[in-house]
T-cell receptor, first 113, second 111 residues
Framework: DAKTTQPPSMDCAEGRAANLPCNHS???????VYWYRQIHSQGPQYIIH???NNETNEMASLIITEDRKSSTLILPHATLRDTAVYYC??????????????FGKGTKLSVKP | DAGVIQSPRHEVTEMGQEVTLRCKPI?????LFWYRQTMMRGLELLIY????????DSGMPEDRFSAKMPNASFSTLKIQPSEPRDSAVYFC?????????FGPGTRLLVL
């Protein structure tokens, strides 16, 4: 079973920030929070990951609460091309640990004009 | 880099036939993963390799499924004999560290 809980769907207006929440209350101290997304008919795409500090890259920002039981993925200026299913996953941070990641149902984000 | 390459992109076959899916990982990546995605079960890990050696095949549904990685640049997933319930999108992914890069997938339809 997935270790995370995400809303099944969300809408966002184009150009606005999309804030995608994720609950991971059972996360252990050495587990990271990963975000992937899957655009329709494509393979999943890595977005960002973090342990406890907030992270930012060219795609998104990741805000992790101090108790690490939840996090938020922020797409600062959503475009129509950001419409996708977003997966929040917790797991360890080494190559082989990728084999233990569980992709749940994710959140279907619809960006609307 | 061209990314992870999978072939064929689409495959339609009849029940009982052998199906072979192919994957070329990103050069330099030492982990390779095979996934299956269906509407009912979502994205499931079937097997993964490290340095061409199978590490965990607990997700392989049954003996009809087999996977090989003869060298660092090529892997196959074979289904023999295929059944209609094997219809799904099969993804290959490769990794060097803590992130995976997925291929475009092979859409398999078994009639």
């Amino acid at each position: 079973d997935a270790k995370t809980t995400q809303p099944p769907s969300m809408d966002c207006a184009e150009g606005r920030a999309a804030n995608l929440p994720c609950n991971h209350s059972t996360i252990s101290g050495n587990e990271y929070v990963y975000w992937y997304r899957q655009i329709h008919s494509q393979g999943p795409q890595y977005i960002i990951h973090g342990l406890k500090n907030n992270e930012t890259n060219e795609m998104a920002s990741l805000i992790i609460t101090e108790d690490r039981k939840s996090s938020t993925l922020i797409l600062p200026h959503a475009t129509l091309r950001d419409t996708a299913v977003y997966y929040c996953i917790v797991g360890l941070n080494y190559g082989g640990s990728q084999g233990n990641l569980i992709f749940g149902k994710g959140t279907k984000l619809s960006v609307k004009p | 880099d061209a990314g992870v390459i999978q072939s064929p992109r689409h495959e339609v076959t009849e029940m009982g036939q052998e199906v072979t899916l192919r994957c070329k990982p990103i050069s330099g990546h030492d982990y390779l993963f095979w996934y299956r995605q269906t509407m009912m079960r979502g994205l499931e890990l079937l097997i993964y390799f490290n340095n061409n050696v199978p590490i965990d095949d607990s997700g392989m549904p049954e003996d009809r499924f087999s996977a090989k990685m003869p060298n660092a640049s090529f892997s196959t997933l074979k289904i023999q004999p295929s059944e209609p319930r094997d219809s799904a999108v099969y993804f290959c992914a490769s990794s060097r560290a803590e992130t995976q890069y997925f291929g475009p997938g092979t859409r398999l339809l078994v009639l």
